[in-house]
């Protein structure tokens, strides 16, 4: 089993910047490979992929909507993952979900992940 912990939501200012960060627990995690994603999930709306990063952290894929403004990264040492995001815009207002899948490549459809955190709040005002 694998546990995924998100924190670092908030209210943010448009044109601001936050820094999510999602823990990874359990012996499944430690033993495998895993890829990991990001995904958000506004009201009324479909979850939709945000990023996603390799076992290695060496390949990394956006969204066309946050490329340029998001970046993910992984400590794998610390079994931590990361998404930095600067230049926010009122749209990116959304519940964000950490997800890892077993795998060395990366995904970026939410079918493709088995495990998934339990969301952090990002709202970001005009």
């Known amino acids: 089993q694998v546990q995924l912990v998100e924190s670092g939501g908030g209210l943010v200012q448009a044109g601001g910047s936050l820094r999510l960060s999602c823990a990874a627990s359990?012996?499944?995690?430690?033993?495998?490979?895993?890829?990991m994603g990001w995904f958000r999930q506004a009201p009324g709306k479909e979850r939709e992929f945000v990023a996603t990063?390799?076992?290695?952290?060496?390949?990394?894929y956006y969204a066309d909507s946050v490329k340029g403004r998001f970046t993910i990264s992984r400590v794998n040492a610390k079994k931590t993952v990361l998404l930095q995001m600067n230049s926010l815009k009122p749209e990116d207002t959304a519940v964000f979900y950490c997800?890892?899948?077993?795998?060395?490549?990366?995904?970026?459809?939410?079918?493709?992940?088995?495990?998934w955190g339990q969301g952090t709040q990002v709202t970001v005002s005009s």
């Open positions: 990063i390799s076992w290695s952290g060496g390949s990394t």
């Open positions: 359990g012996r499944t995690f430690s033993g495998s490979n895993y890829a």
């Open positions: 997800a890892a899948e077993r795998g060395s490549l990366y995904y970026t459809r939410v079918d493709q992940y088995e495990y």
